[in-house]
């Protein structure tokens, strides 16, 4: 994947005024007048990227990568750059009610950021997935479990440093489950799993912001949306 803040000015400026173009000559991207040689240079980085290409008739236009990477720039602003967005993840919560008191499946998780602190089954959506092959494959990836999934609701989820610095702006699609299969891995890399009462969780000290409001969710009886931001204790 290519490192937008690594990119050269000059690049993106390419880039951002191919975008609004079906194609262009050499001499109508050199937009900043920069030297033949050095602009050249830029282009030939971009070529070599696979960002754009030039045709046999000496025009340039934007690969099918450089399409989707072009869009990605802030083209509002005077320095051209790569936009941030939020983060698409499941969240999975997984339940047990076959005893007498309900139990969820809790995550410890053992890396940075949030060590040590304790939630639920996470991970970011990647490129092409479906929610629920998302779900299906992080779950058994991280529990060793397979289950029938039901999505429950979305969250916002935004946190800040105690200073008032954006750390984190996530959205989860929050799925839960009580059909589960297979043998719980009781730790995995960057983690370990347990079950534990809603009153357990409750009184667990480094617990995310978010935990008990998505166990509102997942226990009731409708598809909820809800947003909040928070002042993390620890990053």
């Not at 005024?17 to 040689?37: C, H, I, Q, W």
Request: aromatic letters at 12%; a neutral charge; hydrophobic letters at 35%.
């Amino acid at each position: 994947m290519i490192n937008g803040n690594n990119m050269h000015q000059i690049q993106k400026n390419v880039l951002r005024n191919l975008l609004f173009k079906e194609k262009a000559r050499f001499s109508e991207l050199n937009t900043e007048n920069v030297s033949n040689d050095h602009f050249s240079f830029h282009v030939r980085k971009l070529a070599e990227k696979e960002l754009i290409e030039k045709s046999q008739e000496g025009f340039y236009n934007l690969t099918i990568s450089g399409k989707e990477y072009a869009n990605r720039l802030d083209t509002d602003t005077t320095e051209v750059k790569i936009e941030k967005q939020a983060k698409i993840s499941v969240l999975i919560v997984c339940i047990d009610d076959s005893g007498d008191k309900k139990k969820y499946l809790v995550q410890q998780r053992l890396k940075h950021p949030y060590y040590g602190f304790h939630g639920f089954v996470s991970g970011k959506i990647r490129w092409g997935e479906t929610v629920y092959e998302a779900s299906a494959r992080e779950l058994e990836e991280e529990t060793g479990l397979r289950a029938k999934l039901e999505l429950a609701g979305i969250e916002h989820k935004i946190d800040y440093s105690k200073d008032g610095k954006l750390l984190e702006d996530k959205y989860f699609y929050i799925l839960k489950t009580n059909k589960l299969s297979g043998e719980l891995l009781e730790n995995f890399e960057g983690g370990r799993n347990l079950w534990m009462t809603k009153k357990e969780i409750k009184e667990t000290p480094e617990l995310f912001d978010d935990v008990l409001k998505v166990i509102d969710v997942v226990d009731g009886d409708r598809f909820t949306f809800f947003e909040d931001k928070y002042n993390v204790k620890r990053y």
